[in-house]
C-alpha cells in the first residue's frame, strides 16, 4: 500500500513538485536565517575568541564586554598578579581611535594594545608577516577584514602609512582574525605604543588578562580575584557569553531574525496546506476506492504519512543544500568570514518541517476519513 501512495504522489507531477518546493522553501528560510542569526550573534564574543591564551579576564566592575568596558588604573595590574594561583597576568587595551589614510580618508578604528614582552592578545594566526614586525618602531597589525573595508581595489596595505590621533603608524602585518559585530578595522600593536595612539586618561588599563596555574580551575581563579582585588574576573567562556547576552538584549536582532523565521514557517504550512489539500481533493476516489475493497483508515493514514515523510525528506535535503551552498558562495565577502552551520540549526529546521507535515497531513487527512466507500459508486 504505501508504494500505491508513493505513486500517487508523483503521479501528479504539479502538486508533487509544489510539496517539494515548499518544504525546501521553508527548510532554506529557517535554516539560513537561525544560522546567519547564531553567527552575528557570536560576533559578540569576538574579542574573546581572537584571543586563546588567557583562561580568565579582568576588568572594572562596570565593564560588560570586549567594546563595552571601563579602564581601569595601571595598579590594578600589580593586584592581580599578587593573587594565589595566577601563573601569569599582562595588560590589555581596547579603545575606539580615528585613523587618517595616506588618501586623505578618515576612518573609525578599535585599537588593541597587547603585552609587550609575550604579544599575548594578538591574533592566533597571521594572512601575511609575523608577530615579530611589532618590535619596529610605530608598527600596527591590521585585521583583514579591515584590510577590505580600508584599502580599495586590492591595494596592498603592507608598508602603508597612516595617521592615528597625530600619531605615525604603519602597518606590517596582516592578522587572521574574527570580526567584531560591527566588521569595524582592528589594529594591533604593543600596549605601550597603543597608550601613545589611545587619546590619553588617567586610567587606561582595559583589562588584565591571566593564566591559572597547574591544578587550579579558571572558576576557582576568577572567585580568588574578585575576592581579593575588588574586580570583575570572568573565566573565557563566561565573557564570551556575555558578549552574546549584550546584542540579544540590547538590539533588535532576535527579534527581527525570530519574525523571518516564523514567516518561513507560516509560509510553508501554507504552501504545502493548500497543495496537499488539492491533492487529497483531486485523489478522494481513489482514496474512496481503496476503502471499498477493505482498506482501513490505519492504513490510509499510513499511505498519507509515507507521502508526507517523502515530501518532506526531499524538501528538508534540497533546503540544507541550499543552505550550505549560500554559505559557501558568500565565505569570501568579509561579513560572512567565518560563518559556519550550527548542528543544532538543521535540527530545529528540521523539527519546523515535522510541525508542518503533520498538520497540514492532518487537516488534508480528515477529508480522507470522512469519505464514505460508496461514494466512488455515486
Known amino acids: ?14 502538486k508533487f513538485y509544489g510539496l517539494v518546493f515548499g518544504i525546501a522553501f521553508s527548510t532554506l ?86 603585552d609587550d614582552a609575550t604579544l599575548i592578545g594578538l591574533p592566533r594566526a597571521m ?4 608577530t615579530d614586525v611589532l618590535s619596529q618602531p610605530d608598527s600596527v597589525i591590521i585585521d583583514d577584514v579591515g584590510v577590505t573595508n580600508m584599502f580599495e581595489d586590492g591595494q596592498d596595505p603592507i608598508g602603508q602609512r597612516l595617521e592615528l590621533n597625530d600619531q605615525r603608524a604603519v602597518i606590517r602585518a596582516i592578522g587572521d582574525a574574527i570580526p567584531s559585530f560591527t566588521s569595524q578595522v582592528t589594529l594591533y600593536t604593543k600596549y605601550s605604543q597603543a597608550l601613545r595612539y589611545v587619546p590619553g586618561t588617567r586610567n ?18 576568577t572567585d580568588r580575584i574578585e575576592a581579593d582585588t575588588g574586580l570583575r574576573a ?43 489539500s488539492l491533492f487529497i481533493r483531486d485523489n478522494i476516489k481513489q482514496f474512496g476506492a481503496l476503502k471499498a475493497i477493505g482498506v482501513t483508515n490505519g492504513k490510509i493514514r499510513r499511505m498519507v504519512g509515507a507521502q508526507a515523510a517523502l515530501v518532506g525528506l ?37 523539527m519546523a518541517v515535522t510541525v508542518i507535515l503533520a498538520l497540514t497531513g492532518w487537516l488534508a487527512l480528515r477529508n480522507v476519513l470522512k469519505t464514505e466507500p460508496a461514494s466512488v459508486f455515486r
Open 29 to 114: 528560510l529557517i535554516t539560513q536565517q537561525l544560522t546567519i542569526f547564531v553567527n552575528l550573534i557570536e560576533r559578540g564574543a569576538s574579542g574573546v575568541y581572537n584571543e586563546s591564551s588567557a583562561d580568565v579576564w579582568v576588568m572594572d566592575t562596570v565593564s560588560r564586554t570586549t567594546e563595552v568596558n571601563f579602564p581601569m588604573p595601571s595598579t590594578a595590574l600589580d593586584k592581580v598578579r599578587a593573587v594565589p594561583g595566577v601563573e601569569w597576568a599582562v595588560p590589555h587595551l581596547r579603545a575606539a581611535a580615528s585613523v587618517r589614510t595616506a588618501t586623505g580618508d578618515l576612518e573609525g578604528v578599535s585599537v588593541v594594545g597587547v
Open 1 to 14: 500500500m504505501i508504494w500505491i501512495a508513493i505513486r500517487m504522489l508523483t503521479g501528479d507531477a504539479q
Open 314 to 350: 526531499i524538501g528538508y535535503g534540497l533546503g540544507i543544500l541550499g543552505t550550505v551552498m549560500f554559505i559557501h558562495a558568500f565565505s569570501g565577502v568579509p561579513t560572512f568570514k567565518g560563518f559556519y552551520i550550527p548542528w543544532q540549526v538543521p535540527l530545529v529546521s528540521l
Open 127 to 130: 594572512v601575511e608577516g609575523s
Open 234 to 276: 570572568r573565566t573565557r567562556d563566561e565573557f564570551a557569553q556575555d558578549g552574546i547576552d549584550f546584542i540579544i538584549q540590547n538590539t533588535g536582532i532576535p527579534l527581527n531574525f525570530g519574525i523571518t523565521v516564523a514567516l518561513g514557517f507560516v509560509v510553508g504550512v501554507a504552501i504545502v496546506g493548500l497543495t496537499f
Open 204 to 221: 587606561r588599563l582595559t583589562f588584565v588578562l591571566v593564566g591559572a596555574t597547574d591544578g587550579v580551575s579558571a572558576q576557582q581563579l
